[in-house]
């Protein structure tokens, strides 16, 4: 039975690496994976400079990624191989921390739920932080249950190493920060065994320490939040997506919830209710918490944010299969391993990522030489369009929203005198499209609308780049 298991954990383990490294250039890359390439490929001492205007978290990634570029190249491969080696390296805490917290039954079930969701799986083949914070949240909760069991000098320093680097992960890292602080809360009120007050202090104020380099730029940045931002305020139904995406599909995320509720509902009559009242700590913490300010503040939540929680919640999964009956465990693993591997189908047969990189060569085969190209908004030129786009012949200008004219009084002339196509590619231009395109059908003909479609993890057709091709306009008489 011990070899049956370990088989497994192999198993397991290998469908890990291999869900991550499958097809993992197959999307192009999106505009925020073209900023991690653009701002990690800056000299290591200008990458805060250059990421701290256009990039809204701390830069350990960029740090991280930029030496990894510097070995392996910028090719979606290689860039996006580092999140997939951090995901994959969260395989064996993962395994530590529900074996010893549950059973190595529940460690089992919650690495199968890690390995074929293909939420983990997008965000594992994606250049952004992601897998790094997940990774690193998950080394800091099991230092800091260490520390709880064994309160060793060696485990409280190793937190506090973890928690520097996790903070500099991504903003989000804070609130794991702050669950292990309402953990501690919770023992000391229950007094139940918990590292000492002036040990648990030191720790803390050391973490915001090491943060304050960057807290001065945090706090810039809240005020410009402020004055207005993106996001919309979260809803309801921002709470129930998140754990539906944590699964990667909405049937899959819907089986999740349902074996989640159940349990919890068989943890509460176990013996083990203080570790699941940790899991729920856990698992709300990252997603209560900031839903709650982005209410009171500035909206700040994605429901890709927490992705931290995700772990604690494939646990609660885990234990709700695990209690079953076994002829119902057998149907309810059955049924998880067809409706994972259905999704992760569907999730390598679509583009699930803008695809730039079909732009880009759409454009190199149609256009002459000569031909004019205008993107909006601007930032799409600078961070993906260049990227595949680079080596094209045409004349690339990026259009901002944020300027008073969409079109100059110079390039309105050069677009007049034209006697060559011009290809407007549109993408996150909001309003400014409709007009620009009106603009220009004032001095040329357009002849062709294209858009670029994609899927959402929940297989949601979404069209976030249309290029409109126009023709310059044939003067009277001719």
């Not at 949240?137 to 928690?163: D, G, P």
């Not at 699941?276 to 429901?303: A, E």
Request: aromatic share 16%.
């Amino acid at each position: 039975m011990e070899n049956y298991g370990k088989y497994l954990l192999g198993g397991l383990f290998a469908i890990t690496i291999f869900t991550r490294f499958f097809a993992i250039g197959a999307d192009s890359l999106w505009l925020d994976e073209g900023l991690s390439i653009r701002l990690a490929a800056h000299p290591f001492d200008q990458i805060f400079a250059a990421a701290a205007p256009v990039d809204h978290n701390p830069p350990l990634f960029l740090y991280l990624l930029h030496f990894w570029l510097n070995i392996f190249g910028t090719g979606e491969i290689a860039a996006r191989s580092f999140s997939a080696l951090c995901s994959i390296a969260a395989f064996p805490l993962i395994w530590l921390l529900a074996r010893q917290m549950f059973d190595k039954k529940i460690a089992l079930l919650t690495l199968l739920f890690f390995a074929i969701s293909p939420f983990q799986v997008y965000y594992a083949q994606e250049t952004r932080s992601y897998a790094l914070l997940n990774l690193l949240s998950l080394a800091s909760v099991f230092c800091f249950l260490e520390w709880l069991r064994n309160n060793r000098k060696i485990w409280q320093i190793a937190l506090l190493a973890v928690n520097i680097l996790l903070v500099y992960s991504h903003i989000f890292g804070w609130f794991i920060v702050l669950f292990e602080n309402l953990w501690w809360l919770y023992l000391a009120l229950q007094k139940k065994p918990a590292p000492p007050l002036p040990n648990w202090l030191i720790l803390q104020g050391l973490t915001a320490l090491a943060f304050l380099p960057y807290a001065l730029h945090l706090m810039q940045l809240v005020l410009q939040i402020q004055k207005g931002y993106w996001i919309n305020p979260p809803e309801v139904k921002h709470f129930l997506a998140t754990f539906i995406q944590f699964g990667g599909s909405i049937s899959l995320g819907i089986f999740a919830i349902i074996f989640a509720l159940l349990g919890v509902g068989f943890g509460v009559r176990s013996p083990q209710k203080s570790s699941l009242k940790f899991l729920m700590f856990w698992m709300l913490t990252p997603i209560l918490v900031p839903i709650t300010m982005s209410l009171v503040l500035r909206p700040f939540y994605l429901i890709r944010y927490p992705i931290a929680a995700a772990i604690p919640f494939y646990m609660l999964a885990a234990i709700g299969v695990a209690r079953l009956p076994l002829r119902w465990r057998n149907a309810a693993i059955v049924l998880l391993i067809g409706l994972g591997g259905w999704s992760l189908f569907n999730y390598y047969s679509n583009d699930t990522r803008a695809p730039w990189r079909n732009v880009a060569t759409d454009i190199g085969e149609l256009a002459k030489p000569d031909d004019l190209l205008l993107i909006g908004a601007d930032f799409c030129k600078r961070d993906v369009f260049d990227y595949y786009g680079s080596s094209l012949p045409q004349r690339i200008i990026g259009i901002s929203r944020e300027s008073d004219s969409l079109i100059t009084a110079d390039l309105r002339q050069s677009l007049i005198s034209t006697k060559t196509n011009i290809y407007f590619i549109a993408s996150h231009f909001g309003t400014d499209e409709k007009m620009l395109v009106s603009e220009l059908s004032g001095i040329a003909n357009l002849v062709k609308t294209t858009e670029y479609p994609h899927r959402d993890l929940f297989g949601r057709k979404q069209v976030f780049i249309r290029v409109y091709r126009f023709t310059a306009m044939q003067s009277p008489g001719k």
